[in-house]
């Protein structure tokens, strides 16, 4: 599974940007598909994500910010990003696990949040 993340810019505390992961490969075989964020200097945290049960999964820091979505028949994962803080600036990584435990990572796109 191959993944390309896109959407990610600059943007002024409290705007909204939305990022894109297009998957293509083998994508009847994923089971799991996630957001992770790396901050500067900082470890890779997950942000946000789907079981495999279909439910969603946030961070605290994202709740009620963020939205994780889908669209299955595009192969396309989705980060709705609201009230966008200084401290969500990061690199953001789409992630995807097969059902066979395999995992991918797209390349991350870097979201910066500035006045």
């Known amino acids: 599974v191959q993944l390309q993340a896109s959407g990610g810019g600059l943007v002024q505390p409290g705007g909204s940007l939305r990022l894109s992961c297009a998957a293509s490969?083998?994508?009847?075989?994923?089971?799991?598909m996630a957001w992770y964020r790396q901050a500067s200097g900082k470890g890779r945290e997950l942000v946000a994500r789907?079981?495999?049960?279909?439910?969603?999964n946030y961070v605290d820091s994202v709740k009620g910010r963020f939205f994780i979505s889908r669209d299955n028949a595009a192969n396309t994962l989705y980060l709705q990003m609201n009230s966008l803080k200084p401290e969500d600036t990061a690199v953001y990584y789409c992630?995807?696990?097969?059902?066979?435990?395999?995992?991918?990572w797209g390349k991350g796109t870097q979201v910066t949040v500035s006045s």
């Open positions: 992630h995807a696990a097969t059902w066979g435990g395999m995992t991918s």
């Open positions: 789907f079981t495999n049960g279909g439910s969603t």
């Open positions: 490969g083998s994508t009847f075989s994923i089971n799991t």
